[in-house]
């Protein structure tokens, strides 16, 4: 059995996370989040009138939707940059003794671990100030919020390498699928979901919601954190449906991690498939 250290996996993991975090773009990303989470944590409550830093309760419901915004498209603009080289540099990947799937698992444990670290910069500093400002009151549900925005960026990282298929003559369509897709999840479905349970009646209604509070990785990542964060008090209706569903927040947490962990798997299995199958 090969050691963990020199296994193929691990070398293409090390081999991506260099290449991520020698990128420009990343390092962009990981300060342009660190300035923003600042930024949230130091507004404190400037629209009610006053003034200092927020807590970590209050931050972490504030970067909310922060996170379920930036991290969906950072991740999958980074992946689709990543799994769509250059013919040439494609060809020379795909043709090393290592097998396809271990390449495609690799190049996504690395990417992970290079955005992962960018966010945990914007994390940290935040962190750093509100805890000599504010103490330590609400950290669970930050830390929460955290690791959400890690499993964010880990499912949109495999369906950037599903719809890549490591094939640099269609980085262009790619790119514009990804926007596409971040569109549909962050702004289109939560705006159809709404526009379909206000056409019935209250029962259904409550089940298109909850359906939609689970079937889109960024609704279920939001509403687990604010679950985490704030318990009850914040949710909106789909969250409230999904709550009456599954009998209370402990089975709405389960239904959560189940949907989250396939978002994981399933585009990344997809992926390893297509890398497979590809003509490269």
């Not at 927020?54 to 999958?76: E, G, W």
């Not at 040439?88 to 992962?116: C, N, Y």
């Not at 640099?168 to 702004?187: K, N």
């Amino acid at each position: 059995m090969t050691p963990w250290r020199d296994s193929p996996l691990r070398l293409c993991a090390e081999q991506e996370l260099t290449v991520a975090i020698r990128s420009r773009w990343t390092q962009i990303f990981a300060a342009t989040f660190a300035v923003l989470a600042l930024a949230v944590a130091g507004a404190g409550y400037v629209l009610s009138g006053g003034t200092g830093v927020q807590d970590f309760a209050r931050t972490a419901t504030s970067l909310t939707q922060l996170v379920v915004l930036v991290i969906p498209m950072m991740a999958l603009l980074v992946g689709v940059t990543s799994f769509s080289p250059d013919r040439g540099a494609a060809e020379l990947l795909f043709s090393q003794p290592v097998s396809r799937a271990t390449i495609v698992m690799g190049k996504l444990l690395g990417l992970l671990q290079g955005l992962t670290a960018a966010q945990a910069l914007g994390f940290g500093a935040a962190g750093l100030v509100i805890f000599s400002q504010s103490g330590v009151d609400g950290l669970g549900g930050f830390a929460l919020l955290f690791a959400g925005s890690v499993v964010l960026t880990a499912i949109f990282l495999s369906l950037s390498a599903w719809i890549a298929g490591g094939d640099g003559r269609r980085r262009t369509r790619a790119l514009a699928l990804a926007v596409v897709i971040w569109f549909a999840a962050v702004v289109l479905f939560d705006v159809a979901a709404l526009g379909v349970a206000s056409l019935l009646r209250s029962g259904p209604a409550s089940r298109v919601l909850m359906a939609a509070a689970l079937v889109n990785p960024v609704d279920a990542v939001r509403t687990g954190a604010l679950l985490g964060i704030q318990g009850t008090a914040a949710f909106g209706a789909a969250s409230l449906a999904l709550l009456r569903f599954t009998h209370g927040a402990a089975g709405a947490g389960a239904a959560i991690v189940t949907s989250l962990v396939l978002w994981m798997v399933v585009p990344a299995a997809l992926a390893v498939r297509r890398a497979i199958r590809a003509d490269i």
